[in-house]
T-cell receptor
Framework: EAGVAQSPRYKIIEKRQSVAFWCNPI?????LYWYQQILGQGPKLLIQ????????DSQLPKDRFSAERLKGVDSTLKIQPAKLEDSAVYLC???FGSGSRRSTDTQYFGPGTRLTVL | GDSVTQMEGPVTLSEEAFLTINCTYT??????LFWYVQYPGEGLQLLLK?????DKGSNKGFEATYRKETTSFHLEKGSVQVSDSAVYFC??????????????FGQGTTLQVKP
């Protein structure tokens, strides 16, 4: 079974530029997550999709970050304009369902995109 | 809000030594608890999980028991190998009324095993 795919793996940009990341979840997984992992910290959720609807975007800096999940499959995360503090690894994860009380949905993570903002 | 606290790293052990990485949590609901591992240059992989009090998760010789009374989920392994060198993350997923399934992670603990 193919895992979560992400691209690019690495990206270097200058501050105030824009950048986009792509994620393809595991086939059949309804829920998709974007996490930000700053060096030396644990991942932090940015946004969660259930199919193509947003479930939680409370931690997404909406003045500069945006994300979409068209047709409930692939997703893109965009930063415009980037700041130095956006340097991090951006992780995409997917899970089968919605995480109901009876569910112990496991999240499967992609390899991440390492962003460096100069 | 919900949170996870892990012991500070790095942890440096000799091969075949006993490993414990402490993890405690704060949650208002009834969380599931997880350990994820991140090997150098790779993405996060689920190591083990437990979904209710007194459950024991285990995988690849690692174990962790969900202790509700001490709000802990410590990771243990009886005999570590050089190949276990990685960063270990403790995480919770709240399954309470506001459940969305999102994971809340600790800061990670780096384990280095020397031959």
């Amino acid at each position: 079974e193919a895992g979560v795919a992400q691209s690019p793996r690495y990206k270097i940009i200058e501050k105030r530029q824009s950048v986009a990341f792509w994620c393809n979840p595991i086939s059949g997984h309804a829920t998709l997550y974007w996490y930000q992992q700053i060096l030396g910290q644990g991942p932090k959720l940015l946004i969660q999709f259930q199919n193509n609807g947003v479930v939680d975007d409370s931690q997404l800096p909406k003045d500069r970050f945006s994300a979409e999940r068209l047709k409930g499959v692939d997703s893109t995360l965009k930063i415009q304009p980037a700041k130095l503090e956006d340097s991090a690894v951006y992780l995409c994860a997917s899970s089968f369902g919605s995480g109901s009380r009876r569910s112990t949905d496991t999240q499967y993570f992609g390899p991440g995109t390492r962003l460096t903002v100069l | 809000g919900d949170s996870v606290t892990q012991m500070e790293g790095p942890v440096t052990l000799s091969e075949e030594a006993f490993l414990t990485i402490n993890c405690t949590y704060t949650a208002t609901g009834y969380p599931s608890l997880f350990w994820y591992v991140q090997y150098p240059g790779e993405g996060l992989q689920l190591l083990l999980k437990a979904t209710k009090a007194d459950d024991k998760g285990s995988n690849k010789g690692f174990e962790a028991t969900y202790r509700k009374e001490t709000t802990s989920f410590h990771l243990e392994k009886g005999s570590v190998q050089v190949s276990d060198s990685a960063v270990y993350f403790c995480a919770l997923s709240d399954r309470g009324s506001s459940n969305t399934g999102k994971l809340i992670f600790g800061q990670g603990t780096t384990l280095q095993v020397k031959p």
